[in-house]
C-alpha cells in the first residue's frame, strides 16, 4: 500500500517557547510548500472582470493561506488563538504571533544582555561533572545566539578552561 510508506509529521505545538517554536513551524510549514504565503502574504483580487482561468490561480493562493492558517491554529492554544482569531490571512496570524511572543529590539537586547551577563559569571560548581557544566554553558550560549549573538567557538573553550574547578588545573594546563 502507498500509504504505509507515507509518514504524517506532527505539527509543532507551541510551549511558551517563541523562538524554538518558530524555528520548527517554519520548517513544517515549508515542507508543506505554504512558508511563501506566511512570509509574502495573500492578497485577494478586487477585479469583478475575471475570467475562470484567472481566478483559479487567486482562488489556489486562498485556499493555500487558509491551509497554512489552519496549521497555525492547530499548532496553539486557546488562549493565544483568540488573540489571533480576528486576522484574515496566515501572515497577519504569524505576524501577530511574532510581535505579541517575540518582544521588541529593546527587548531582545535586555534579554541577551542578561544572558551575556550569566554567561560572563558562569563557574563550574565543585563536585559538578565536566558533561554537566558543559550542558550549562552550551544551553546559555544557544540562547544568545538565537537572541542575534555571534560568540565565537573559541571563547566559549577558554571560558569553560578558565572557569574550571581547581580540579581540572592539571588538565587545562595540558589543553593550553
Given at each position: 500500500?502507498?500509504?504505509?510508506?507515507?509518514?504524517?509529521?506532527?505539527?509543532?505545538?507551541?510551549?511558551?517557547?517563541?523562538?524554538?517554536?518558530s524555528m520548527l513551524m517554519e520548517n513544517f510549514l515549508r515542507s508543506k510548500e505554504y512558508w511563501d504565503?506566511?512570509?509574502?502574504?495573500?492578497?485577494?483580487?478586487?477585479?469583478?472582470?475575471?475570467?475562470?482561468?484567472?481566478?483559479?490561480?487567486?482562488?489556489?493562493?486562498?485556499?493555500?493561506?487558509?491551509?497554512?492558517?489552519?496549521?497555525?491554529?492547530?499548532?496553539?492554544?486557546?488562549?493565544?488563538?483568540?488573540?489571533?482569531?480576528c486576522k484574515d490571512t496566515s501572515k497577519q496570524s504569524w505576524d501577530s504571533m511574532k510581535k505579541k511572543?517575540?518582544?521588541?529590539?529593546?527587548?531582545?537586547?535586555?534579554?541577551?544582555?542578561?544572558?551575556?551577563?550569566?554567561?560572563?559569571?558562569?563557574?563550574?560548581?565543585?563536585?559538578?561533572?565536566?558533561?554537566?557544566?558543559?550542558?550549562?554553558?552550551?544551553?546559555?550560549?544557544?540562547?544568545?545566539?538565537?537572541?542575534?549573538?555571534?560568540?565565537?567557538?573559541?571563547?566559549?573553550?577558554?571560558?569553560?578552561?578558565?572557569?574550571?574547578?581547581?580540579?581540572?588545573?592539571?588538565?587545562?594546563c595540558a589543553i593550553e
Amino acid at each position: 500500500m502507498a500509504s504505509d510508506n507515507y509518514v504524517q509529521s506532527a505539527i509543532p505545538c507551541f510551549d511558551g517557547h517563541y523562538d524554538h517554536w518558530s524555528m520548527l513551524m517554519e520548517n513544517f510549514l515549508r515542507s508543506k510548500e505554504y512558508w511563501d504565503v506566511v512570509t509574502s502574504g495573500f492578497l485577494e483580487p478586487d477585479g469583478a472582470t475575471l475570467t475562470a482561468a484567472q481566478r483559479t490561480t487567486p482562488e489556489a493562493a486562498k485556499l493555500k493561506d487558509l491551509k497554512a492558517k489552519n496549521y497555525l491554529f492547530q499548532a496553539i492554544d486557546r488562549s493565544i488563538m483568540e488573540t489571533i482569531l480576528c486576522k484574515d490571512t496566515s501572515k497577519q496570524s504569524w505576524d501577530s504571533m511574532k510581535k505579541k511572543c517575540q518582544g521588541s529590539a529593546r527587548a531582545k537586547r535586555q534579554q541577551l544582555q542578561a544572558l551575556r551577563t550569566e554567561f560572563e559569571t558562569l563557574r563550574m560548581n565543585s563536585g559538578e561533572s565536566v558533561t554537566d557544566y558543559f550542558s550549562r554553558m552550551m544551553a546559555i550560549v544557544s540562547k544568545m545566539r538565537i537572541h542575534g549573538d555571534k560568540t565565537e567557538d573559541t571563547a566559549i573553550v577558554e571560558k569553560i578552561l578558565q572557569s574550571s574547578t581547581p580540579k581540572f588545573n592539571y588538565i587545562v594546563c595540558a589543553i593550553e
